[in-house]
């Protein structure tokens, strides 16, 4: 929960990013939004700063709220379901498969000295928070913001809303 006067402290950042590694499902509640003094583009405005500051976890749902006032405070339940939902979401792995093929047709894994980046499969194996383990024929191939590009795709195919996802890349002969 943020204090919609202070905008968006260092200590707010600090926790979030905790929230964030741990794994935890995570919705931004903006309190006081009835002090602010508002004009058409306040909340788009706050919004894009929540985007800026915590880039990291733009997944996130935000709520503007006012808990004196009782305002939207059924919002902020509501989207915190849809995240315990979310969290606990398992995605069928043909379905997975599927939309990890078409996202590497439309932008190729990366590749280093003539060696490109394959993935055998993926599946879901685990859940609060989602992970995916991927078969791959080499983990140094896969780049950070391939990885990234793989997480908005899985995002955009299953939702997710509100929740980290993360990746294990495993080659064959690796050990459970």
């Keep these: 929960m943020l204090d919609a006067?202070?905008?968006?402290?260092?200590?707010?950042?600090?926790?979030?990013?905790?929230?964030?590694?741990?794994?935890?499902?995570?919705?931004?509640?903006?309190?006081?939004?009835?002090?602010?003094?508002?004009?058409?583009?306040?909340?788009?405005?706050?919004?894009?700063?929540?985007?800026?500051?915590?880039?990291?976890?733009t997944y996130a749902p935000s709520v503007f709220i006012s808990v004196l006032q009782r305002q939207r405070l059924d919002?902020?339940?509501?989207?915190?379901?849809?995240?315990?939902?979310?969290?606990?979401?398992?995605?069928?792995?043909?379905?997975?498969?599927?939309?990890i093929i078409d996202a590497t047709m439309m932008k190729q894994p990366p590749s280093d000295k003539g060696k490109r980046l394959k993935i055998y499969y993926v599946t879901q194996v685990g859940v609060k928070p989602p992970l995916f383990s991927f078969q791959v024929n080499s983990r140094q191939l896969m780049h950070f913001s391939y990885s990234r590009y793989l997480e908005n795709k899985i995002r955009e195919g299953f939702g997710f809303e509100g929740t980290s996802i993360k990746f294990v890349f495993r080659e064959k002969g690796d050990k459970e």
């Design 5 to 57: 006067e202070d905008g968006i402290t260092e200590q707010d950042k600090k926790i979030a990013g905790m929230a964030h590694d741990e794994g935890k499902g995570i919705v931004v509640a903006v309190n006081k939004w009835d002090l602010i003094e508002k004009d058409t583009g306040t909340m788009e405005r706050f919004r894009k700063d929540l985007k800026n500051e915590l880039a990291f976890m």
């Design 75 to 99: 919002k902020v339940m509501e989207l915190s379901k849809l995240v315990a939902e979310k969290r606990a979401m398992r995605v069928p792995t043909s379905q997975l498969n599927s939309l």
